[in-house]
Structures are given as C-alpha cells and as structure tokens.
C-alpha cells in the first residue's frame, strides 16, 4: 500500500504567477483535503473532493482552484501568486470520510 | 462553528520527565478530536483520535488524551518523554467525518537531554 505523495517538494514563483501542485493519494482513498500551512502556524483548510466533486471549502479567494481526477489523484492551483501564499500545503486522503486522513509530506511554496 | 485552542506554544521539558500539551476547542456539537505530530519537515502523521466510547485514548509510542466535555478539553500527556519526541504537537477537531477538521496554532516540544 503506497503513501500521500506530493509533487514538487519544494517551489519558488514570483508574484502574479500561477502555480500548480499534485497529489497522489493512497490507494483505495477517493477523498482529498488540501491545507496550506503558514509558517508557525496550524494547517488551515482550503478546500476537499470526494469522487472528482468539490465537498466543502474554507476561506480561500476563488483564485485558490482543485481538481480531482478519476484515479483519485488532485491538483492545487493557485492563481495571481501573493507573498502571503508563501506556506507549506499538504494534501491528506482518506476513504468515504473516514475521519483518518493521511497526509503527504507537502510542497513548500515561496513567493518572492 | 468549531475552534482549538494550544495555549502553550513552546513546551520545554527534559528526557524522561512527564509532559503535558494543552488542548481546549469549542464547538456546539458532538466533535471528533485529534492530535496530531508534525516531525522536522514532514507531513504530519496522526497520533490519536476520540472518536466515541471511552474517553481516554492511547497511541502506539506510550502517549495518551482523555476528552473531558465538561472542560471541552482534550490534553495529551506522556508520562516519560524522549528525544525522539521532539516535535511539533497539533490538536484538531470535526464536527463529523463529512466535515472540515480545524487545526489549533500546534505546541513546538522540546526534550532536552
């Protein structure tokens, strides 16, 4: 059985550019979650999909987009780049909303 | 809506004493709780949840939580820590499995040799 894995690991983008990340859920899982991560700070919900459909969203602008895809896999993208989107952002799967997500070790963003 | 509180951002503690991380959320109906070990750039990993039934949860490597929901608290504690714990230490909560789970600021602990 195979881990969350994201890709890249590591991003620099400058502001305005668009950026996309992957993900890669564990086998079986059909739920996605991404969160990004601030510096020092808790990881914050920015949205999930379940079966290729958006299931709830945080409070991320709509420049923040995902997409999931028939083998489960998803994309982040976000658009217009601002500094402030510099963080770690994770994606973390699970089965049917079983409340256990397993998380990838995320992609860190820095937006110069 | 839910919310979690870590009032301790730093725990400093040496190895082998016993630690406890502070947990406290709000919400205005039954939650899911977790905690949460973030390891030096890694994804993070789960550590223990309260789901329903007993209210005092254990982990694998010797840590435990007890759901207290009259204090709306969900503390971990492990009496005798490592080197190997340092870490940073995440609290979360869910309305349900179908819901969004809410992250607390996270508690950086240090044990010291």
């Known amino acids: 059985e195979t881990g969350v894995t994201q890709s890249p690991t590591h991003l620099i983008k400058t502001r305005g550019q668009q950026v996309t990340l992957r993900c890669s859920s564990q086998?079986?899982?059909?739920?996605v979650s991404w969160y990004q991560q601030a510096l020092g700070q808790g990881p914050q919900f920015i949205f999930q999909?379940?079966?290729?459909?958006?299931?709830g969203r945080g409070n991320f602008p709509p420049r923040f987009s995902g997409l999931q895809f028939p083998n489960y896999s998803s994309e982040l993208n976000v658009n217009a780049l601002e500094l402030d989107d510099s963080a770690l952002y994770l994606c973390?799967?699970?089965?049917?909303?079983?409340?256990?997500?397993?998380f990838g070790p995320g992609t860190r963003l820095l937006v110069l | 809506a839910q919310s979690v509180t870590q009032l301790d951002s730093q725990v400093p503690v040496f190895e082998e004493a016993p630690v406890e991380l502070r947990c406290n959320y709000s919400?205005?109906?039954?939650?899911?709780l977790f905690w949460y070990v973030q390891y030096p750039n890694q994804g993070l990993q789960l550590l223990l949840k309260?789901?329903?039934?007993?209210?005092l949860v254990e982990s694998i490597n010797g840590f435990e939580a007890e759901f207290n929901k009259s204090q709306t608290s969900f503390h971990l504690r492990k009496p005798s820590v490592h080197i190997s714990d340092t870490a940073e230490y995440f609290c979360?909560?869910?309305?349900?499995?179908?819901?969004?789970?809410?992250f607390g600021p996270g508690t950086s602990l240090s044990v010291i040799p």
């Open positions: 973390a799967s699970s089965r049917d909303f079983q409340e256990t997500q397993y």
């Open positions: 086998s079986g899982h059909n739920t």
């Open positions: 999909y379940y079966r290729e459909e958006e299931n």
């Open positions: 919400s205005s109906v039954s939650v899911y």
């Open positions: 309260y789901l329903s039934g007993s209210t």
């Open positions: 979360a909560v869910s309305a349900s499995t179908y819901d969004k789970v809410i």
